[in-house]
Nanobody, 115 residues
């Protein structure tokens, strides 16, 4: 069982920045493919950005050029740097860890962007 704890959410004005963190309770963090997902009220949970255990990244079209995903395997932590935030980025952000068909979710952190 892997526990994931997100932090860094909050209230920010449009155009501002936030950095989310996701820390995993495993010494084998480096083997996991990690991802950030968001879920707005009444909507499905969608992938925002992902990073493989080899460091390959992918992004949703809506965040390309604004968000950057990264990981620090020595700290068992993944990050999401969110710049130029828009009101439509408002959602609960979840991190997820995947390995060999098994996956784990964090509890989520709220991001609210005021216009």
């Amino acid at each position: 069982q892997v526990q994931l704890v997100e932090s860094g959410g909050g209230l920010v004005q449009a155009g501002g920045s936030l950095r989310l963190s996701c820390t995993a309770s495993t010494s084998r963090f480096s083997i996991y493919t990690m991802g950030w997902y968001c879920q707005a009220p009444g909507k499905q949970r969608d992938l925002v950005a992902g990073i493989t255990n080899g460091g390959i990244t992918n992004y949703a079209d809506s965040v390309k050029g604004r968000f950057t995903i990264s990981r620090d395997n020595a700290k068992n932590t993944m990050y999401l740097q969110m710049n130029s935030l828009k009101s439509e980025d408002t959602a609960v952000y979840y991190c997820r860890a995947d390995f060999m068909g098994r996956y784990y979710w964090g509890q989520g952190t709220q991001v609210t962007v005021s216009s």
